[in-house]
């Protein structure tokens, strides 16, 4: 107890304001006790300077002495230091950041002090004097932003908007995943010169903005989207150009760059009584279309019966209310395909030939066919989903509840990059550098124009502007049609055959030269490209 009060005995801690430190004096006593660094700093904490910044070294010195019974006069064990602050401004110029360094026993940050750096930096609006108080009364602060430029406010793309409720969509609906958007297309819907289809809105120019030192930030102008310059059955508002109307009674179908109007041919039946149909246009047929007929149209095709062993070829899509009889597999009657550009959607088919540009629907079962498909091929919706026998070839998937049959019949799947893929790809760059071409000569004629205004006739300026912008639009529009082919080469090569609830041996998958054979009787599965090539995987893979 005596020991533990001559600690420190001799040893003098004061605060001197006008030098800002924590002094200690030492005059030695004797017989005291030893004292430690850890002992220092409780003291230094109880007498209330625990805030300051301590001075290891000082510490050091003074311990040294005390304990070894030399005086001290006056040595800085501690100092106050006030809080101290940077200003920096972000790179892109529209942001200034404070960071406060908390005081250690000294004051805090004036608010003067950064406004005046704010200035010194060139930093005269924007300011957000609120945000300084608040770090400043928090004491620290880390990149707090304390002033804002204004940010260029790009521009939109231009948009097309649909003013129908319910049409025929032709462009593509693939995500970018690869999955198709699966719809019911419903019934042919019908308009009428006058009416309203579509109205585009152009792109917007943006808002430009300004950094934090006034230097001027240009907006992106949006991308301009333009009505396309063939589109059938339909014009253009005379008092509105970005407005289109039906110039026609038929079909209205959106297509890439706008929405057309088909006429449509209906018709109760096709049979030996009415003869083959080849219309330009979209044909609905009532009942059902009778064995070794024909319908052509070049629009879309709708049969509310069933088709038997006939020829059909639609330049749009084809939908079959009831199902699709053919003749696969039989000598009498010559070979009959059901082709469409779009997609195709049955409720059954059977020893049919289903050739489609798009996608392959069958509702109920598609036996012993012969299905192709650029996209996917999906066989089962609210019914049973079987394929059994025959062969399905499709791009992206080929999709079933139940593939092949307990019976072991041959059915053979194909999936991966179609090669005409690869060929159109081919082809749409040779039509893109053409336009590029024409272009490029245009874009000469307006330079010559703009050097020498007096020498080009103003109609035939404004000809050239007009079609140097016509060109500029098909150009972005071949552009973003080839980078949709490179994805969906890209995506050929996860390319499924999936069985949502069995698969069963004598179903056989080509990819490529590669092939796999089902062995067995399997649950959900999926059968595609894995590390150790083509094989079949868990249903959720």
């Given amino acids: 107890m005596a020991d533990e009060q001559l600690r420190g005995a001799g040893l003098t801690l004061r605060l001197d304001a006008d030098a800002k430190a924590l002094i200690a004096t030492v005059e030695p006593v004797a017989a005291s006790a030893p004292i430690d660094e850890t002992w220092l700093r409780s003291r230094i904490v109880e007498l209330g300077y625990g805030a300051l910044r301590y001075l290891p070294s000082a510490a050091t010195v003074l311990l040294g002495k005390y304990n070894s019974g030399a005086p001290v006069a006056a040595l800085r064990l501690a100092e106050c230091v006030d809080a101290s602050f940077s200003v920096t401004l972000a790179p892109d110029g529209l942001s200034a950041l404070l960071d406060i360094t908390p005081a250690q026993g000294g004051g805090p940050v004036a608010e003067a002090a950064v406004l005046a750096d704010l200035a010194a930096k060139g930093v005269n609006s924007g300011i957000d004097g609120d945000a300084i108080r608040l770090a400043i009364a928090a004491g620290s602060a880390n990149t707090v932003v304390i002033a804002r430029g204004r940010a260029p406010v790009h521009g939109e793309d231009g948009r097309f908007e649909r003013l129908l409720p319910e049409i025929r969509d032709r462009s593509p609906h693939l995500d970018e995943s690869g999955r198709i958007d699966y719809r019911d297309l419903g019934d042919i819907a019908v308009v009428h010169p006058g009416e309203k289809l579509m109205l585009r809105h152009p792109a917007t120019e943006g808002t430009p903005g300004v950094t934090l030192l006034g230097v001027p930030m240009a907006a992106r102008p949006g991308k301009d989207l333009l009505f396309a310059g063939n589109l059938a059955g339909v014009s253009v508002d005379s ?303």
């Fill in 239 to 541: 008092g509105n150009p970005n407005l289109l109307l039906a110039a026609i009674v038929g079909q209205p179908v959106q297509v890439a760059g706008g929405m057309i109007v088909e006429p449509v041919y209906s018709v109760a039946e096709v049979s030996t009584a009415t003869g083959n149909i080849n219309f330009d246009g979209s044909v609905v047929i009532k009942g059902d279309v009778a064995a070794g007929m024909a319908v052509h149209a070049s629009g879309d095709i709708e049969i509310a019966g069933m088709v038997e062993a006939a020829t059909l070829e639609a330049g749009g899509n084809i939908v079959i209310k009831g199902g699709a009889v053919g003749n696969l597999g039989r000598k009498e009657g010559g070979e009959h395909t059901l082709r469409c550009g779009g997609s195709f959607h049955a409720a059954y088919a059977q020893q049919a030939r289903i050739e489609a540009g798009d996608s392959i629907f069958i509702d109920d079962t598609a036996m012993q066919c012969e299905l192709i498909a650029v996209n996917h091929i999906l066989v089962g919706g609210k019914r049973r989903g079987h394929i059994i026998g025959g062969k399905a070839q499709a791009t992206l998937s080929i999709k079933g509840k139940v593939l092949g049959s307990p019976n072991r019949v041959a059915t053979r799947f194909d999936i991966g990059v179609d090669p005409n893929l690869h060929k159109l790809a081919q082809e749409k760059a040779k039509l893109r550098d053409g336009k590029e071409n024409q272009l490029l000569e245009i874009s000469k004629l307006l330079e010559f124009a703009r050097q020498n205004p007096q020498r080009i006739r103003p109609e035939m300026l404004e000809k050239a502007r007009s079609t140097a912008a016509g060109l500029a639009a098909e150009i972005a529009a071949i552009r973003e049609e080839e980078q949709a082919l490179e994805k969906k080469i890209e995506l050929a090569q996860q390319s499924r055959v999936i069985a949502e609830e069995a698969i069963y041996e004598g179903v056989e998958v080509y990819l490529g030269n590669q092939r796999y054979r089902v062995a067995g009787e399997h649950g959900a599965a999926s059968i595609g490209l894995g590390k150790g090539g083509l094989g079949m995987h868990a249903a959720e893979e």
